[in-house]
Nanobody, 123 residues
Framework: QVQLVESGGGLVQAGGSLRLSCAAS????????VGWFRQAPGKEREFAAA????????SYTDSVKGRFTISRDNAKNTVYLQMNSLKPEDTAVYYC????????????????WGQGTQVTVSS
């Protein structure tokens, strides 16, 4: 069992930066793939980025490539999402999620979810 808690959201101007954190409980956290998803009002939840258990493999959706960086510190049971050059279209609730084995994109393939943190980018 893994419990996830996101933090770091807030209001930022376009072009600014935020760093989201996903803190996990559970002794086997280092065994899990962790993904970041986002959901804007009236839209479906979408994949943003994911990282494998070691941090050696990452994946990003095209719209955030070159602007977002996912990383993890297994000693601290925490995964980060550094978001730079933010755009108004990045406004959403951001969720972290965890699953075993390999990185996948569909939200339905992740087993554990946090409660989400709001990110608002003003123009």
């Amino acid at each position: 069992q893994v419990q996830l808690v996101e933090s770091g959201g807030g209001l930022v101007q376009a072009g600014g930066s935020l760093r989201l954190s996903c803190a996990a409980s559970g002794r086997t956290f280092s065994s899990y793939v962790v993904g970041w998803f986002r959901q804007a009002p009236g839209k479906e939840r979408e994949f943003a980025a994911a990282i494998n258990w070691s941090g050696g493999s990452t994946s990003y959706t095209d719209s955030v490539k070159g602007r977002f960086t996912i990383s993890r510190d297994n000693a601290k049971n925490t995964v980060y999402l550094q978001m730079n050059s933010l755009k108004p279209e990045d406004t959403a609730v951001y969720y972290c999620a965890a699953r075993f084995k390999r990185i996948t994109v569909p939200a339905g393939e992740y087993d554990y979810w946090g409660q989400g943190t709001q990110v608002t980018v003003s123009s």
